[in-house]
């Protein structure tokens, strides 16, 4: 099959990549679109030593495997699970010690015609939602995550750190739930998404850092952002971790301790929520996709990503 | 007065340092014994940008300031509040945000024949704590916290991390609650005080880090600490950080995010519940001190007090 295959740090496209077999449980789906995330990136700089085909956010249809699911379209949740370790048994299924993960770990991803992964962990798509604003499901799932480890109310202020493609799906979530929001940002391109959205935002620049938000999200994608986390977070808030970066930086956590500050990690989300919103209408996806590429052109679509006046770089994996 | 001045990186002993003046509401406190804390240590190495009377961990007797205080002995907390900020009114007094803290920011510490301390920061000590043992309240009080911030039972499998003057108070604290307890460390001197409690322990090279343990306290002093951590606790888990240093040492923290792991920052705790256990003989201290210098012996005492043969040094402010 065709597909985007990390090699030596980059996206390369590959025409004969070997099709993927089904294990036992699986289907294989065609993949009709697929997203480049920070992640991906990431990746290709070294995080988790990866190698494999790329892409863990898409949207396609299966094309055998169930009979149940045969020609839905879907989206599917990205770790495949043991079913029997002791996270697995306790309910922490997303934390399996021997989990493979689409695109990241140990399992090819979505930037190919073809993909297989277990039935289970496939969601049907309502009508309602095309399949362009279905690639957002997952990382959008993410941001739905934040709520559920964090009390968050309409009178706790929060600060979401970052105005990419993952900040701007948390700040869409969190507005919706209702607190007292600022997005804060670098890019005033990306930062015009939340004016539009009657969102408040900032420039970083503009911001005071007086430690006064009860919860700060870092999704800048970027180490930096943990230390100006901490300025604006309020001794005993909660900070909500969700870039992960491939490299080391110096990083003194005595504000952690001085303040008390409590970290919290946060990666995928609950799936039904997210298919939920968008089916609603409650979050607006489409005017963040800034391109779509065919998926030879890979290499393209990723330079893109990386450069700042681009939001949602999609891949269109059916077109030739 | 005599004192142990933070100079240049030293202590350096003063004969005639200025005596302190008491504000309104303060007492003064006539110095018996002053303990070495790892944050001294840092302190000198730069953390807080101190300069100033060193030391936050004593006993002494009030002099002057308070009629019903005159004459008792007394230990006392080091945050000294303004009662009106925002963190005052929200019960969080000890983040104050015009805090000044004994001997590490902003007011000069217990090494030294006199102190001040406001009248309301002072617990007076039971006639079976003796002067020596009084001086472990404040670190015994933060290792309190631990359990006043997370939830620990007899199920919780709990690993403290560093087996130094902190630890070791932490494991004791730990035991007495109840839970499945190992402490690890890296000095079989200090290792053995453990042996002795009846406290499981380890050294660090022969502990599995499988991540299963449900809480990590992160008591080394030391950034590496905090990687030995991770891979030591469960994804979920709950890790306590306890050590504050000087330096920024490079760090990722893609597993927090990965393992949804929350850090949580924990620093000063409730001296009511550390006085009881001591006076209780639920936690034992005397054996912890390994040496005691004169106070003009200042220097001497901080450089016992970073050789891995000795756990916790004193300095006897009333000796000549």
């Given amino acids: 099959v065709k597909a985007l295959v990390a090699q030596g740090g980059r996206p390369v496209y590959v025409e004969e990549y070997p099709p993927p077999e089904p294990d036992d449980g699986e289907v ?29 956010e898409f949207c396609g249809r299966v094309v055998a495997g169930s009979e149940t699911l045969k020609g839905k379209r879907v989206v599917a949740e990205i770790n495949c699970v043991c079913g029997r370790c002791d996270m ?29 992964l277990p039935e289970r962990n496939c969601h049907v798509l309502p009508d309602r939602i095309g399949d362009e604003d279905a690639v957002f499901v997952e ?32 700040a ?17 391109k990306t930062l015009e998404y939340c004016e539009r959205w009657r969102i408040n935002s900032r420039h970083v620049d503009d911001v005071e850092r007086g430690r006064d938000f009860d919860v700060v999200v870092e999704a800048t994608g970027s180490p930096a952002g943990f230390e100006i986390a901490l300025e604006m977070i ?35 989300g609950p799936f039904p929520d997210a298919i939920e919103a968008l ?42």
Avoid: W
Avoid at 94 to 116: F, N, P, Q, W, Y
Avoid at 247 to 264: S, Y
């Fill in 234 to 268: 309020r001794p005993r808030g909660t900070l909500v971790l969700k870039s992960t970066t491939a490299g080391a930086e110096p990083l003194n956590l005595a504000p952690v301790v001085i303040d008390e500050i409590v970290v919290v990690g946060s990666r995928c």
């Fill in 279 to 320: 089916a609603a209408g409650r979050v607006e996806v489409s005017s963040m996709i800034t391109k779509t590429f065919p998926l030879r052109r890979g290499q393209e679509a990723f330079e893109a990503a990386e450069r700042p006046d681009q939001v949602k770089v999609l891949l269109d994996t059916t077109s030739p």
């Fill in 172 to 188: 869409q979530v969190l507005s919706g739930i209702g607190c007292q929001l600022l997005v804060v940002g670098r890019n005033p």
């Fill in 139 to 170: 990382p959008l799932a993410a941001a739905f995550q934040i709520a559920k480890q964090v009390p968050i109310d309409e009178r706790t202020r929060v600060a979401v750190l970052g105005s990419g493609r993952l900040g701007l799906l948390v």
């Fill in 88 to 116: 697995c048994r306790s309910g922490l299924s997303s934390h399996c010690r021997d989990r493979t993960v689409l695109g990241i770990k140990g399992r090819d991803g979505a930037m190919a015609e073809h993909v297989c």
């Fill in 28 to 56: 294989v789906i065609q993949v009709l679109r697929a997203g480049i995330c920070a992640t991906d990136i990431e990746l290709l700089r070294g995080y988790m030593n990866f190698t494999g085909v790329l892409g863990h």
